[in-house]
């Protein structure tokens, strides 16, 4: 029961996993660009709800409503403005922009908010769960972020899959060139792009920070557990992001089982055995295309 | 017989190889007349600095290999040394040697996996294995790593404490000039051309008979095996660590990757160019560590996007200067005026 | 009318200069055929035109604009539309989606969906199918029927007939007349001089990106089309040509 408990909660993990996910698998899938800096934003997003929230008083879900925007218009710019300037044959000027924007976004919150964990409270909701055995209770803060991702990746493949702007990024994924010829400004349609790119991962930012207490250098580790979840999925697969998010949760959530006898960094290790593993077996991901 | 040969030096690199032997001699010296460390203390860590740079610079720069991981191997390297001077006795000196042995036998399983992905991928996947040893080192009672652990003064033998600063300045010096010596070489040998090759056009190459997988794995183990003894060196400047600070990918990645920008990744010249920069940056903001940070960090990504050669490549425009005699020239009658310096050739991209 | 004035045009990749001076006017309506050797620099001029590669000396004016610093993606707006070499369709696309994608730039004008199929009636049975799955000829027309979608003033056709079968070529080349009374004016690039000559009403041959020979098909000697070819003295090259 207790393993079976362990699945469960992560599953429920697996949820913002597959919402971190998302943005790199955007960024990836449209212009094959690999944003070094994902996991900062996500931090930098969260924080962005601490201002908000406590500066007009409202609840971290509300906040969402302000904060995504911000980080949309944010995106649009950073890629129209910086990141279309790296894209080239060569991936070494996109990789180190992003990395080194990471650095300075970690360094700067760091200045401006300390090292202190901070946390984002959405009140008695937090505590609250649904027994579903005397062993196994879901609290209603993963449930709702686990529906959350659900929704923004079926959100995302209703759009790819049915509106004119999902057709063009299609056509801009196969072929850049030939899409201009179809009047498509794939420059501008990059900046759409990771727009939606930053949008998505402060929501996922956001609740990590109503989930659990967070500092400003947490943002590689959530770089790296939404790589995992995109490459055990298979990149270019919505819904291999989702089961790639899942299985690194229930990687995560068996690990922990682990915590006592060999530490707090347990549920990670297994995470990463888990994504090595499939790394040497099936290194296009479970559900990825062959070409990706 | 032709009298036209292939030849890579000429008046200029020989007179920046001249310098270089001068600074590399004077530095040398250094501890015969710098008696009180003033100087030396504060310069094994830019020598080390420079040692990092170089051996990312050499995966990043020439074999494509753009990795995020590099405090994976400073890591084992800290962690070999403390294993073997301190838990088992070995020589600490005898250890250095030790710990860039393991670091380059454990970068083969890390080269199996990590080499499955590209370009960016390649990046985060380097980085994901590096935080394996790091939660490994962090968690496993063997190695401590979850706790502060100092190389103590039984496991440093029995040097005189003045001896084993002089020792290390001078490994470090070792680590910092072999390093540059280890770039020039490889770009010497044929081993240099296939990376050339590789980078001008992987397919090409291919089919030229040019092992792309082995040309960037022998690079990749020779820039393990010297960033582990960087590791174990800076341990033995620095002598207390723990997890947390021997696998920090801000200290043994990060800011070493912002030298190599800033300076100019893809030359032999532009590390040096850019350690020298860090120092300055240090000096200036000495107790503002994310201010340092932040700073070179802006410095990097801008550099990277206007001016992806770096300093060395600024001034390259500027000036025709090659310090290294690394790039290969045909010289004999009828050969015109030397090519313009570029040792990094960016091939002009034909549309698709 | 002149719809399109090039003058003195150079283009090229990189280091290598494709084309040297080039001057050719074409006129509202007509159907142009430029032939030429391999790397003669014939594909390399509907890329300029289209804005795929950039310019390096001279004007391209269209409709009495000069278009030369004009982006790709806005070129079609005005009206041009290339159907590139080797039809690049959208592999991720259903037939479907890769012509109305040819829409994308919302120019009005007779051509949509219906009148696209209309032109090339095989299509319409394949319209759900994955682009990738189509044979080399079908491929084409829904390339021509993307390019079509735009409702382009000025069509540019990079070899058509390159890679299928005579058949197949044949019944492509008889839907051009569709496009010209569509109101397009055609410029089309071949290697195939014979198929070229039968459908142009001008032809401008390239040599080593040069203009070497223009004129009408049924004015010109057919040994001054070999020599203007291959690049020999008039008059020598009456055996060579395919």
């Excluded at chain 2, 403390?82 to 005898?94: I, M």
């Excluded at chain 3, 890679?163 to 009374?181: D, R």
Aim: aromatic letters at 8%; hydrophobic letters at 50%.
């Amino acid at each position: 029961m207790e393993w079976l408990n362990a699945v469960v909660q992560g599953i429920m993990l697996g949820g913002l996993f597959a919402l971190f996910a998302t943005g790199l698998s955007i960024a990836f899938g449209v212009m094959r660009f690999v944003n070094l800096a994902h996991g900062d934003l996500a931090i930098l997003g969260a924080f962005v709800a601490v201002s908000v929230t406590s500066g007009l008083s409202l609840n971290p879900f509300v906040s969402l409503v302000v904060v995504v925007p911000i980080m949309l218009a944010a995106g649009y710019a950073m890629q129209l403005g910086v990141f279309n300037f790296t894209i080239s044959a060569d991936p070494l000027p996109s990789i180190l922009v992003t990395f080194g924007l990471g650095v300075v976004i970690q360094n700067a919150l760091l200045e401006t908010y300390s090292a202190d964990s901070r946390g984002l409270d959405v009140g008695s909701i937090e505590v609250e769960s649904i027994t579903l055995t005397d062993a196994i209770a879901i609290g209603w803060i993963p449930l709702i972020t686990l529906a959350a991702a659900v929704a923004v990746l079926l959100g995302l493949q209703a759009m790819l899959s049915r509106t004119s702007l999902g057709r063009a990024f299609r056509a801009v994924s196969d072929d850049p060139a030939t899409a201009r010829l179809m009047g498509i400004n794939d420059r501008n349609l990059y900046a759409v792009a990771m727009g939606i790119a930053f949008a998505t991962v402060a929501i996922a930012g956001v609740f990590l920070g109503i989930r659990q207490s967070f500092g400003p250098t947490d943002g590689p580790a959530q770089l790296l557990y939404a790589f995992e979840a995109v490459v055990i999925g298979g990149l270019g697969s919505v819904w291999g992001t989702l089961v790639g998010g899942l299985l690194l949760g229930i990687a995560h959530g068996l690990g922990g089982q682990f915590e006592v006898s060999f530490g707090y960094g347990s549920g990670p290790l297994l995470g990463h055995l888990v994504f090595l593993a499939v790394l040497a077996t099936k290194p296009t991901g479970l559900l990825g295309r062959r070409d990706a | 017989m032709s009298e036209h040969r292939v030849t890579r030096s000429d008046r200029q690199s020989r007179f920046g190889l001249a310098t270089f032997a001068v600074l590399l001699a004077v530095l040398a010296l250094l501890p015969w007349w710098d008696s009180d460390g003033s100087l030396r203390v504060p310069l094994v860590a830019i020598l080390y600095y420079l040692a990092l740079a170089q051996m990312w610079n050499l995966l990043a720069g020439f074999a494509g290999l753009v990795s995020i991981g590099q405090q994976m191997f400073v890591g084992i390297g800290v962690y070999t040394l403390l294993s073997f001077a301190e838990d088992f006795g070995v020589d600490p000196y005898l250890s250095v040697l030790l710990a860039g042995l393991v670091a380059a036998v454990l970068s083969l399983p890390v080269a199996a996996l990590a080499f499955r992905l590209r370009g960016g991928y390649f990046a985060i996947g380097t980085w994901v294995i590096a935080e394996v040893f790091r939660l490994i080192a962090l968690e496993s009672g063997f190695l401590g790593g979850a706790n502060v652990r100092t190389m103590t003064r039984a496991s440093l033998g029995g040097y005189s404490v003045d001896t084993r600063n002089t020792v290390t300045y001078l490994l470090a010096l070792g680590l910092a000039a072999g390093a540059t010596a280890i770039v020039v070489l490889v770009l010497r040998s044929r081993l240099g051309l296939a990376l050339r090759s590789i980078r001008d056009n992987a397919e090409g190459a291919r089919g030229l008979g040019v092992s792309v997988t082995r040309a960037k794995l022998v690079v990749w183990v020779i820039s393990a095996f010297w960033t582990g003894m960087t590791g174990a060196v800076i341990l033995l400047h620095n002598p207390s660590t723990r997890a947390e600070s021997a696998f920090s990918v801000l200290r043994w990645t990060a800011l070493v990757v912002f030298i190599a920008i800033i300076g100019g990744v893809g030359s032999t010249t532009g590390p040096i160019i850019g350690v020298v920069i860090y120092w300055c940056v240090r000096e200036f903001l000495e107790d503002a560590e994310e201010w340092r940070f932040i700073i070179l960090g802006l410095i990097a990504a801008a550099m990277a996007v206007a001016a992806p050669r770096g300093v060395y490549g600024l001034l390259q425009k500027r000036w025709t200067v090659q310090f290294f005699p690394v790039r290969r020239r045909l010289v004999g009658p009828g050969v015109g005026a030397p090519a313009p310096p570029d040792e990094i050739r960016t091939p002009s991209q034909p549309p698709k | 009318m002149t719809l399109l004035e090039v003058r003195g045009l150079d283009a090229g990749y990189g280091d290598f200069q494709a084309l040297f001076a080039i001057d050719v006017d074409v006129a509202e309506g007509e159907t142009l055929a430029v032939i030429g050797a391999n790397g003669a620099g014939k594909t390399t001029f509907l890329r300029a035109l289209a804005g795929q590669v950039p310019i390096r000396a001279g004007s391209v004016v269209f409709d009495g604009t000069d278009i030369g610093a004009v982006k790709a993606h806005r070129r079609v707006g005005l009206g041009i539309a290339l159907v590139p070499e080797g039809r690049m369709l959208f592999g991720s696309l259903s037939v479907r989606e890769n012509l109305i994608i040819g829409a994308h730039a919302g120019r009005e004008g007779r051509w949509n969906l219906d009148t696209v199929l209309d032109v090339f009636p095989l299509i319409r049975p394949l319209l759900n199918r994955p682009s990738h799955v189509l044979s080399g000829g079908e491929q084409q027309a829904v390339a021509i029927g993307r390019a079509l979608m735009s409702n382009p003033r000025l069509i540019l056709l990079d070899e058509v007939s390159l890679g299928l079968a005579p058949v197949v070529v044949k019944s492509l080349y008889e839907a051009l007349p569709a496009l010209s009374e569509g109101g397009a004016t055609v410029l089309l690039v071949e290697q195939d001089i014979g198929q070229a000559l039968a459908v142009a009403s001008r032809v401008v041959c390239l040599l080593e990106g040069r203009v070497s020979l223009e004129g009408r098909p049924t004015e010109l000697a057919r040994s001054d089309i070999t020599a203007a070819y291959f690049g020999m003295p008039a008059g020598t090259g009456s055996e060579a040509a395919g």
